[in-house]
């Protein structure tokens, strides 16, 4: 219940492509999702962040889409570029529960996304 | 204005040795919590601590331990050291009371080895 799945693995696609990541959750006590792009040699970096109460969310060229019934929500990344290639990963939490067994940040196993030129 | 500083970069250990990492948040922050990455895990929760106090705790044995200063520096320990233990340390620290439920902002990491 406490898992974060996340798909796929690993992603290929070309300069201007819209690569799509997504993730499932279990536990409807989520109520925070956040996305975090990770470049090797550093630590994960806050891309952009949900709450249940919207469907969507943009941001430059980062999209989430949330679908609350389905337990999902999902990474799009408009008009890719060769810089967007690095790790994402997906989480999820209880924010409200401090200290709770819920209230930790549960990542995703990540996405490694290759943008060729 | 300075990230969340980890240091040491890197460590070399041995097994059976302890190992003490150290992590300053963002100037103002209050709220620190740990993680270790590995390819087969990813990002696991160590720990969490606000104002001194450990908030919150995920599922590592009792080698693994920390604390936080008045000036919320924050240190985590690793006693009796395992080769499962190589990974890379990385800290987060967050302006509100939780790093949980906010932007939280990482630092670059401890990648420790054990040999």
């Known amino acids: 219940q406490q898992q974060v799945k996340q798909s796929p693995q690993s992603l290929i696609v070309q300069k201007g492509g819209i690569p799509i990541i997504n993730c499932a959750y279990e536990?409807?006590?989520?109520?925070?999702f956040p996305w975090y792009q990770q470049f090797p040699g550093k630590g994960p970096a806050l891309l952009i962040a949900?709450?249940?109460?919207?469907s969507e969310k943009k941001e430059g060229r980062f999209t989430i889409s949330f679908n609350k019934s389905a337990k999902q929500f999902s990474l799009h990344i408009m008009d890719s570029q060769p810089g967007d290639s690095a790790t994402y990963f997906c989480?999820?939490?209880?924010?409200?529960?401090?200290?709770?067994?819920?209230?930790?940040?549960?990542f995703g196993t990540g996405t490694l996304l290759a943008v060729q030129p | 204005k300075a990230g969340v500083t980890q240091t040491p970069r890197y460590l070399i250990k041995t097994r059976g040795q302890q190992v003490t990492l150290s992590c300053s948040p963002i100037?103002?922050?209050?709220?620190v919590s740990w993680y270790q990455q590995t390819p087969g895990q990813g990002l696991q929760f160590l720990f969490e601590?606000?104002?001194?106090?450990?908030?919150n705790k995920g599922n590592f044995p009792g080698r693994f331990s920390g604390r936080q200063f008045s000036n919320s520096r924050s240190e985590m320990n690793v006693s009796t050291l395992e080769l499962g233990d190589s990974a890379l340390y990385l800290c987060?620290?967050?302006?509100?009371?939780?790093?949980?439920?906010?932007?939280?902002?990482f630092g670059q990491g401890t990648r420790l080895t054990v040999v």
């Open positions: 601590y606000f104002s001194e106090t450990q908030r």
């Open positions: 536990n409807t006590a989520f109520d925070y």
């Open positions: 987060a620290s967050s302006l509100g009371p939780s790093t949980m439920n906010t932007e939280a902002f």
């Open positions: 100037s103002g922050h209050r709220s």
């Open positions: 949900i709450r249940p109460d919207v």
């Open positions: 989480a999820a939490s209880n924010s409200l529960n401090y200290g709770g067994a819920t209230n930790k940040l549960i």
